[in-house]
């Protein structure tokens, strides 16, 4: 058996996919030529993005490099063979953790797994209806816990405006949905500058007028900066209370309900609700 160890990100998972392919083939061609080699099968192989909290004797461990030429070679071949739906799935579920609130350090493996069913199966994509395939299971549940939380966020989301005119907004989401809510915001918001900050992995989604978004480290952000708002922005925040406590009857307020529609973990980024928790 071997095992890869890869970051937990969508490049350092995708170069491990990479590894782990080129190694089974590399391996065998060893075999085939006669050199002290084992045949070698995807069976025998996994994928983990973080350390083995125990290791097993007869299994070598295999770090892996990241690198963006290898993850943008297996990006490629995925879209080219498997299409873009299938190559968004898979990302979602690269992007979760798991839905019960923990790290989810198999979905490397799941993710690896349903790639080599996908590719090898005369199905093609169409493996994901495969649910009863434990691999393709994981990365169903996976990608919809992402993409589940990425729709609420797009509608829960808010922007203020800052002193220097930019527009921001602070998430703490539990997936990594920071992506697909950057790229939606930049068809949504073309012509404004805009960062979103996921205070959970220090990391910031900074878009330009009229160019594309960029995601960045931003765990020495200038916190003084965000506390300074435009006198607009507080203007249209009164407005913005004051209207969403004028459309309330208050015979019907149904704080569990409200509660189901946006649950208690996003009001805290959310200006009507912030004061309510």
Same mark, same amino acid.
């Given at each position: 058996?071997?095992?890869?160890?890869?970051?937990?990100?969508?490049?350092?998972i995708?170069?491990?996919i990479?590894?782990?392919w080129?190694?089974k083939?590399?391996?065998?061609?060893?075999?085939?030529?006669?050199?002290?080699?084992?045949l070698?099968?995807?069976?025998?192989?996994?994928?983990?993005?973080?350390?083995p909290?125990?290791?097993?004797?007869?299994?070598? =461990?295999?770090p892996?490099?990241?690198?963006?030429?290898?993850?943008?070679?297996?990006?490629k071949?995925?879209?080219?063979?498997?299409?873009?739906e299938?190559?968004d799935?898979?990302?979602?579920?690269i992007?979760?953790?798991?839905?019960e609130?923990?790290?989810?350090p198999?979905k490397?493996?799941?993710?690896y797994?349903t790639?080599? =069913?996908?590719?090898?199966?005369?199905?093609?994509?169409?493996?994901l209806?495969?649910?009863?395939?434990?691999?393709?299971h994981?990365v169903?549940?996976l990608?919809?816990a992402?993409?589940?939380?990425?729709?609420?966020?797009?509608?829960?989301?808010?922007?203020?405006e800052?002193?220097?005119?930019v527009?921001?907004?602070t998430?703490?989401?539990?997936?990594?949905?920071?992506?697909?809510?950057?790229?939606?915001?930049?068809?949504?918001?073309?012509?404004e500058n805009?960062?979103?900050?996921d205070?959970?992995?220090?990391?910031a989604a900074?878009?330009s007028?009229?160019?594309?978004?960029?995601?960045?480290?931003?765990?020495?952000?200038?916190?003084?900066?965000?506390?300074h708002?435009?006198?607009?922005?507080?203007?249209?925040r009164?407005l913005?209370?004051t209207?969403?406590?004028?459309i309330?009857?208050?015979a019907?307020?149904?704080p569990?309900l409200?509660?189901?529609?946006i649950?208690k973990?996003?009001?805290?980024?959310?200006?009507?609700l912030?004061?309510?928790?």
């Amino acid at each position: 058996m071997y095992t890869f160890i890869c970051n937990d990100s969508p490049s350092g998972i995708l170069s491990g996919i990479y590894d782990a392919w080129d190694f089974k083939i590399k391996q065998n061609r060893k075999f085939q030529s006669g050199e002290t080699a084992a045949l070698c099968s995807h069976a025998d192989i996994a994928l983990l993005c973080r350390e083995p909290e125990n290791y097993s004797l007869f299994c070598e =461990y295999l770090p892996v490099e990241e690198a963006e030429e290898k993850s943008d070679k297996v990006a490629k071949t995925i879209l080219k063979r498997l299409g873009s739906e299938f190559y968004d799935t898979l990302l979602n579920a690269i992007l979760a953790i798991a839905p019960e609130g923990k790290s989810a350090p198999d979905k490397a493996d799941a993710a690896y797994q349903t790639v080599v =069913y996908a590719l090898s199966s005369p199905l093609g994509a169409g493996v994901l209806n495969d649910l009863a395939n434990p691999y393709v299971h994981r990365v169903f549940t996976l990608s919809r816990a992402t993409e589940g939380e990425s729709h609420h966020l797009s509608g829960f989301l808010r922007f203020s405006e800052l002193e220097n005119g930019v527009l921001f907004a602070t998430i703490h989401p539990k997936n990594n949905a920071l992506p697909f809510l950057a790229e939606h915001f930049t068809d949504r918001l073309p012509q404004e500058n805009f960062m979103i900050y996921d205070e959970n992995r220090r990391t910031a989604a900074v878009h330009s007028a009229g160019k594309n978004f960029m995601l960045v480290d931003a765990s020495d952000l200038n916190q003084d900066i965000l506390d300074h708002y435009s006198q607009k922005e507080q203007k249209y925040r009164s407005l913005w209370q004051t209207f969403f406590e004028s459309i309330a009857i208050k015979a019907r307020i149904n704080p569990k309900l409200q509660s189901q529609n946006i649950p208690k973990r996003f009001w805290g980024d959310t200006v009507e609700l912030r004061g309510k928790l």
